[in-house]
């Protein structure tokens, strides 16, 4: 009798002790902030958002094979600690996120580690974290790993512009289409068809086809064009057709309704 409440006793402690090392590798672990910084302007960051760059341990700065640098650091910058750590990843730009895992694993282990070992890591993103961002697809590499994720909402460019020039984004019953321009053309068409109001994103690689498209669907008398809005080297343009074929900044953001 004495010898099997021996046993019940050590499978009990053992059982405890189990859980009492995975409770504190739970807590020692960080936590994943995923955080939109804005359009541009430092002041437009959320104060949720602001809080979380503090808090953070590290801070993770995508950027392209083909930049120096990182845009959403740089609007984050005002709100960095001395020590904090900053973690430079590369994310390649492809139209189909299965077409090149490698980079994105290894980046998806390294902020692992970072978590793993008991820091809390900070991604920030332009615009909103879950809107046309990279952040989507880091988030769906750590969803499943029983990871703490925060995402902070922030403000996307189009809100952004709407403001800075003045123009209503989308009023009474009018129906607003948000249209990636890197999207098929026939897609396109069809959406600008039934659209009172459109948001094209992504315009920098076919401008001159969208603006025309726009033209045909009589949206370009109202449209306005503006690139990097909220930064030093903003960019504002009204007549679109007299720059259908300048060549335009990634950041550039179409606004506009049927006339």
Same mark, same amino acid.
């Given at each position: 009798?004495?010898?099997?409440?021996?046993?019940?006793?050590?499978?009990?402690?053992?059982?405890?002790?189990?859980?009492?090392?995975?409770?504190?590798?739970?807590?020692?672990?960080?936590?994943?902030?995923?955080?939109?910084?804005?359009?541009?302007?430092?002041?437009?960051?959320?104060?949720?958002?602001?809080?979380?760059?503090?808090?953070?341990?590290?801070?993770?700065?995508?950027?392209?094979?083909?930049?120096?640098?990182?845009?959403?650091?740089?609007?984050?910058?005002?709100?960095?600690?001395?020590?904090?750590?900053?973690?430079?990843?590369?994310?390649?730009?492809?139209?189909?996120?299965?077409?090149?895992?490698?980079?994105?694993?290894?980046?998806?282990?390294?902020?692992?580690?970072?978590?793993?070992?008991?820091?809390?890591?900070?991604?920030?993103?332009?615009?909103?974290?879950?809107?046309?961002?990279?952040?989507?697809?880091?988030?769906?590499?750590?969803?499943?790993?029983?990871?703490?994720?925060?995402?902070?909402?922030?403000?996307?460019?189009?809100?952004?512009?709407?403001?800075? !020039?003045? @123009?209503?984004?989308?009023?009474?019953?009018? $129906?607003?289409?948000?249209?990636?321009?890197? #999207? =098929?053309? *026939?897609?396109?068409?069809?959406?600008?068809?039934?659209?009172?109001?459109?948001?094209?994103?992504?315009?920098?690689?076919?401008?001159?086809?969208?603006?025309?498209?726009?033209?045909?669907?009589?949206?370009?008398?109202?449209?306005?064009? !503006?690139? @990097?809005?909220?930064?030093?080297?903003?960019? $504002?343009?009204?007549?679109?057709?007299?720059? #259908? =074929?300048? *060549?335009?900044?990634?950041?550039?953001?179409?606004?506009?309704?049927?006339?």
């Amino acid at each position: 009798m004495r010898e099997g409440f021996s046993f019940a006793l050590f499978f009990h402690l053992r059982e405890s002790m189990s859980i009492f090392l995975q409770r504190k590798e739970d807590h020692m672990r960080g936590t994943f902030y995923g955080i939109g910084v804005g359009p541009g302007d430092p002041e437009l960051l959320t104060v949720k958002a602001i809080k979380a760059i503090e808090a953070a341990d590290v801070l993770i700065a995508p950027k392209t094979e083909k930049k120096e640098g990182s845009v959403a650091l740089e609007i984050a910058r005002p709100y960095l600690k001395d020590d904090i750590e900053i973690v430079y990843q590369v994310f390649p730009m492809v139209k189909d996120f299965a077409e090149d895992t490698g980079a994105w694993e290894a980046n998806k282990a390294e902020i692992l580690a970072l978590l793993n070992a008991g820091k809390n890591v900070a991604f920030l993103t332009l615009g909103d974290p879950m809107f046309y961002s990279t952040y989507i697809y880091v988030f769906r590499l750590l969803e499943h790993e029983d990871v703490d994720i925060v995402t902070i909402p922030g403000i996307p460019a189009f809100a952004a512009i709407g403001s800075r !020039v003045g @123009r209503p984004i989308v009023e009474g019953n009018d $129906i607003l289409a948000i249209i990636p321009g890197t #999207a =098929d053309k *026939k897609h396109l068409e069809e959406v600008m068809a039934v659209a009172s109001s459109a948001v094209v994103m992504k315009v920098y690689h076919n401008s001159a086809e969208i603006i025309d498209l726009l033209r045909r669907n009589n949206m370009t008398k109202e449209a306005v064009l !503006v690139s @990097r809005v909220g930064l030093d080297d903003e960019r $504002i343009i009204h007549d679109l057709e007299a720059h #259908a =074929d300048e *060549k335009l900044n990634y950041l550039s953001t179409i606004l506009t309704r049927r006339s």
